[in-house]
């Protein structure tokens, strides 16, 4: 089955404790990219990455880390994590920047 | 600043008639145009997406319309129907080019549609 599988589903973390959230797709698509959904802002995006070893940043990338080394995998890595980092996140890849993004079932991230 | 916007928070509709949903655009460059249909504790599923050289686009009960002048465009849903009950995203899309490594996709802020039996 075609997908995106993103984990954990749910983290809650101490502020300070580095972390990393796994994303891995399974379509040999060549674009990925990262959203975190907050109530009354949408999705924004974190970073993306347009292939291997090639990554930009969106619209909110401070406090956020990302690495390509494979075409599959784009983890998320939040070095010290902050309150303000509490949110939904969503990892998503597409064929192309203007196919349509094929979304992960989210991350649940709680800072306290 | 918000580059995407819908300012419609929700929206609801009987079951069988039209639903509207709306977006507006402030960046001319966008030079594609995607909608997305979220359920709770799921991921944005893609939905239908629009060229901006096209005006229109249809795929069942599902028709956008895009309107460059005005930087608008529209999702139609005919008929409505109670599993249509989501959050419904607008997107817009920069073109690659060699000055920058964008192609990053823009989100509006999302429409609850309630769509009632």
């Known amino acids: 089955e075609a997908q995106v599988t993103q984990n954990p589903r749910y983290l809650i973390t101490v502020t300070g404790k580095k972390l990393t959230v796994t994303c891995s797709q399974n379509m040999n698509h060549e674009y990925m990219s990262w959203y975190r959904q907050d109530p009354g802002l949408g999705l924004r995006q974190i970073y993306y990455s347009m292939n291997v070893e090639v990554t930009d940043k969106g619209d909110v990338p401070e406090g956020y880390k990302v690495s390509r080394k494979e075409k599959r995998n784009f983890p998320l890595i939040l070095e010290s994590p902050s309150p303000n980092q509490t949110s939904l996140y969503f990892c998503a890849s597409s064929l192309a920047y203007n196919y349509g993004y094929t979304f992960g079932s989210g991350t649940r991230l709680t800072v306290v | 600043d918000q580059q995407v916007k819908q300012n419609s928070p929700s929206l609801s509709v009987q079951e069988g008639r039209i639903s509207i949903l709306n977006c507006d655009y402030t960046?001319?460059?966008?030079?594609?145009f995607l909608w997305y249909k979220k359920y709770p504790a799921e991921g944005p599923t893609f939905l239908i997406s629009i060229s901006s050289i096209k005006d229109k686009n249809e795929d069942g009960r599902f028709t956008v319309f895009l309107n460059k002048s005005a930087k608008h465009l529209s999702l139609h849903i005919v008929p409505s129907q109670p599993g249509d009950s989501a959050v419904y995203f607008c997107a817009a899309s920069e073109p690659v080019s060699f000055s920058s490594n964008t192609g990053k996709l823009i989100f509006g802020q999302g429409t609850t549609l309630q769509v009632k039996p």
């Open positions: 960046n001319s460059m966008f030079d594609y």
